[in-house]
């Protein structure tokens, strides 16, 4: 597909359970970014990746949640242990090289029982 | 900290009146703003956005004003449809590519 595509769509998981997020950008797309939105709430940066830079992990709340990117492309976001404050959309977002239009996929509800 | 921040949650507008979306930022080094609707279940979608250098610009039904003297930025959008039901947000972006974005304001369009 042209857009973003971000799996699943929705994960129910149990506390202290691990769980990966997948996202798949804009082909093209150096940049790749990860937020965090909670019910009702803004977006909150998590990670940024940037061509073959070291990724901005400044926005990752503790070292439970780690994201990887293989080879330029797919991205996987990482959490271990899940907690219950974890429950919220995880969204992921693509940008063409020194753009900071973003694109981005339809998110990943996660919820943590 | 740094952050963007929008002065109202809700905003309730009759069809067919204009809308006018507020926001502050206080990042002085932000130079590049960008404007996003969120539907519900959806990804943001990008809308409008102006650089630092402008304090005004047009697209197809919507306006994004600037006031770098008092870091608020506007969105205006003219003739609103229920269509245009969805949470807006407001960003920022003080270069290298990290885009901030604030809390957001929904609007809900009055048939």
């Known amino acids: 597909g042209a857009g973003v595509s971000q799996s699943p769509s929705n994960k129910v998981t149990e506390k202290g359970k691990d769980v990966e997020l997948r996202c798949d950008p804009i082909s093209g797309h150096t940049a790749l970014y990860w937020y965090r939105q909670s019910l009702g709430q803004g977006l909150e940066f998590l990670i940024y990746f940037q061509g073959n830079s070291a990724p901005d992990k400044s926005g990752l709340p503790s070292d439970r949640f780690s994201a990887e990117r293989t080879g330029g492309s797919v991205s996987t976001l990482t959490i271990q242990r899940t907690q219950q404050e974890d429950s919220a959309v995880y969204l992921c977002?693509?940008?063409?090289?020194?753009?900071?239009?973003?694109?981005f996929g339809s998110g990943t509800q996660l919820s943590v029982l | 900290g740094e952050s963007v921040g929008l002065h109202l949650p809700t905003l309730s507008v009759q069809e067919g009146d204009n809308s006018i979306i507020n926001c502050a930022y206080s990042?002085?080094?932000?130079?590049?703003f960008i404007w996003y609707k969120q539907e519900s279940g959806k990804g943001p979608q990008f809308i409008i956005d102006i650089r630092s250098n402008m304090d005004k610009r047009q697209g197809q039904r919507v306006t994004v004003l600037l006031n770098k003297t008092v870091k608020h930025l506007s969105l205006q959008i003219a003739a609103t449809q229920p269509g245009d039901s969805a949470v807006y947000f407001c960003?920022?972006?003080?270069?290298?590519?990290?885009?901030?974005f604030g809390t957001g304001t929904k609007l809900q369009v009055i048939p």
């Open positions: 960003a920022d972006s003080g270069g290298y590519q990290k885009v901030t």
């Open positions: 990042n002085s080094a932000s130079d590049y």
């Open positions: 977002a693509s940008s063409f090289p020194s753009s900071e239009k973003l694109f």
